[in-house]
């Protein structure tokens, strides 16, 4: 199994649809999640942390659910420019906080 | 602000041939990685650095090898380049201090094994 899955879709939804990703993850013992965004032939960055509580920085909301051992991404009201691979990432909390990631979820949004 | 660069960007090896990726970072980071990317996969951690002068294997090490000799460089190596080597390449950085260490990635290096 692996650490961290995702569906690797792809999600093709029309503008102004609402998107749902889940992750899930296989450590219990894994101590900070984060969502990252790639476009195509580019490196990954940072899209949002989540947090146990929850989080939402505009469109784009982020939860934890630590019992289930999985993170989702939702994105509201979905632009053309979403269109990305969304990349869940766990830092384990072992030495050198090591990021594992997910394989990754392709988006397309589609006038 | 460079962040973290790579280089070279591009590079055509034959098989048995060896090069070096150097990795750069000014955010006095000190961690760093190196990953790689298949198509279809997500990022694969090949060794890592928790600080100058150190290192540490990764989830798929075999092939290469890494000198960190100054903080702000982490160099990878491969001794006998392989096709099964084609893959692009990227380097990360980040920092222990704070709660929510986040990882910063250069642009990538495209490496193709003949």
């Known amino acids: 199994r692996k650490e961290v899955e995702q569906d690797p879709g792809p999600f093709n939804v029309p503008e102004g649809a609402t998107v749902a990703f889940n992750c899930t993850y296989s450590n219990s013992a894994s101590q900070s999640f984060f969502w990252y965004r790639q476009d195509c032939r580019k490196e990954p960055k940072l899209l949002m942390s989540?947090?146990?509580s929850g989080n939402e920085d505009g469109r784009f909301t982020a939860q934890l659910n630590r019992a289930s051992q999985y993170i989702s991404l939702l994105i509201r009201d979905s632009k053309l420019s979403d269109s990305a691979t969304y990349l869940c990432?766990?830092?384990?909390?072992?030495?050198?906080?090591?990021?594992?990631f997910g394989g990754g979820t392709r988006l397309m949004v589609k006038p | 602000n460079a962040g973290v660069t790579q280089t070279p960007k591009f590079r055509v090896l034959k098989t048995g041939q060896s090069m070096t990726l150097l990795c750069a970072q000014d955010m006095n980071h000190e961690y760093m990685y190196w990953y790689r990317q298949d198509p279809g996969m997500g990022l694969r951690l090949i060794h890592y650095s928790v600080g100058e002068g150190t290192t540490a294997k990764g989830e798929v090490p075999d092939g290469y090898n890494v000198s960190r000799l100054k903080k702000q460089n982490f160099l990878l190596g491969l001794e006998s380049a392989a096709p099964s080597q084609t893959s692009v390449y990227f380097c990360?950085?980040?920092?222990?201090?704070?709660?929510?260490?986040?990882?910063?990635f250069g642009q990538g290096t495209r490496l193709t094994v003949v």
């Open positions: 990432v766990v830092n384990m909390g072992n030495a050198g906080n090591m990021l594992t």
């Open positions: 990360a950085s980040s920092s222990p201090a704070g709660g929510q260490p986040e990882a910063f």
């Open positions: 989540v947090y146990s």
